[in-house]
């Protein structure tokens, strides 16, 4: 297994959190990180194993009897009840580390945690692999913030991505087992991907009266990554009414499998566009739902620059998750299209960055920078991830960034 940089930062929370709650979807390595960090003595109990379940469900106190902490527990978003006795116990015993949890369905998870475990959990967020982690860099991966210091770090350790490598790991996507059996038949992989996700985790949040216009939907979805998030027209495609396309994007999200990425907006201005932009967060599932057969004609197809501006988000994303911290992430739009692809909110300062399949961008690609202006906050250094081998500055503010630095 390679290191995941996540690993630091779950033993620090875990040695003063009573409870670590581990989510994101399913295959990503959640189980496997906690058993590789384990102590030999640390139980290991999973809920897909329904006769567990069972007994989770009926008689939660009889369960934590039967396999008492330190516990890992897997896939406890299927027995809800237990939360109440872990918080009973947790309190108890006054120990950090107790109980180490995992779960695949966030909406479900958050709502029971928030009502038992609050001040008793701390929260963390696995995803596929980062750059970083495939590149064996988990220790050097540092959460994503335009400027010297970042980027002194970052050219350090910089390994040179041509345009047929970059756009093979985008196409083959960040699954573990993706990225540990390079032989593997992505068709293959994802196809039985969408049949495990709608067999065993979509059927518990939400109900789907047919499985084929679930499908169609969350190809749908796979489609419109890296646009403005439009029900009516999703409802259409699809041919659902708009409060069961919402209800379907929620269980994609709860499901860890898409990002809404909120748009920037404050008191100052009535100008500034209000609906959220939606990502896939793996970037090879999206190519499979969209029937890219290969990397060479994802890259030449019209689908290349949202699918690129997806695989960044993700990284950025995953430099934050994985670090233990919250991701203050915002994109700019105003009903004059002037659009910014990212803000970062920091310190009561505003971090622009844009997203350019480019290998020479110019510094009018940082033209809607400007705009900013007058929003009234303090604006930070700015950044052009682009596809340049080494990063320039292009101006006193602004730096262009190679992608593969990430």
Not at 35 to 61: C, F, G, H, W
Not at 123 to 129: A, K, Q, S, V, Y
Not at 300 to 312: M, N
Not at 346 to 356: G, R, V, Y
Request: aromatic share 10%; charged share 20%; proline share 4%.
């Amino acid at each position: 297994m390679l290191p995941r940089t996540l690993k630091n930062h779950l033993l620090q929370a875990s040695s003063t959190f009573p409870v670590i709650l581990l989510t994101g979807p399913r295959q990503v390595g959640k189980t496997t990180l906690l058993k590789s960090i384990a102590q030999a003595e640390r139980n290991y109990i999973t809920l897909d194993d329904m006769d567990v379940r069972m007994l989770a469900q009926s008689d939660p106190a009889l369960f934590l009897q039967r396999y008492q902490p330190p516990i890992i527990i897997d896939e406890v978003q299927y027995a809800p009840n237990l939360f109440g006795e872990i918080k009973m116990t947790v309190d108890r015993n006054q120990q950090n580390g107790q109980f180490w949890l995992t779960g695949s369905q966030k909406f479900h998870l958050m709502q029971s945690v928030t009502e038992s475990l609050a001040g008793r959990v701390a929260i963390l967020e696995l995803n596929g692999f980062s750059q970083a982690e495939i590149n064996n860099q988990a220790e050097q991966m540092r959460p994503f913030l335009p400027g010297r210091d970042w980027l002194n770090h970052a050219r350090q350790r910089a390994t040179e991505t041509g345009l047929d490598a970059l756009y093979h790991k985008i196409w083959r996507g960040s699954y573990p087992r993706v990225i540990a059996e390079p032989g593997i038949s992505t068709d293959l992989f994802f196809s039985s991907y969408i049949q495990t996700y709608l067999q065993r985790d979509i059927k518990e949040i939400i109900k789907i009266s047919s499985e084929k216009t679930f499908y169609n939907f969350v190809r749908v979805i796979a489609a419109r990554t890296s646009q403005l998030l439009n029900y009516a027209d999703i409802a259409r495609d699809v041919g659902i009414d708009q409060k069961t396309a919402k209800a379907w994007l929620s269980a994609l999200e709860a499901s860890g499998l898409v990002y809404l990425l909120q748009p920037y907006h404050n008191n100052l201005t009535n100008r500034l566009i209000k609906t959220p932009k939606l990502y896939f967060l793996d970037t090879g599932l999206c190519a499979y739902l969209t029937k890219w057969s290969s990397s060479q004609a994802l890259e030449a197809g019209a689908f290349s620059g949202a699918i690129l501006e997806t695989w960044v988000i993700s990284e950025l994303l995953k430099s934050y998750w994985y670090n233990g911290k919250t991701p203050y992430f915002y994109f700019y739009r105003d009903k004059d299209l002037k659009e910014i692809d990212l803000l970062i909110d920091l310190d009561n300062t505003i971090f622009p960055i844009e997203i350019k399949k480019s290998a020479s961008p110019s510094l009018n690609a940082a033209n809607n920078f400007s705009v900013l202006t007058k929003l009234n906050q303090t604006i930070g250094h700015g950044a052009l991830l682009c596809l340049r081998q080494t990063d320039i500055p292009i101006s006193t503010n602004i730096d262009a960034i190679p992608i593969s630095y990430l």
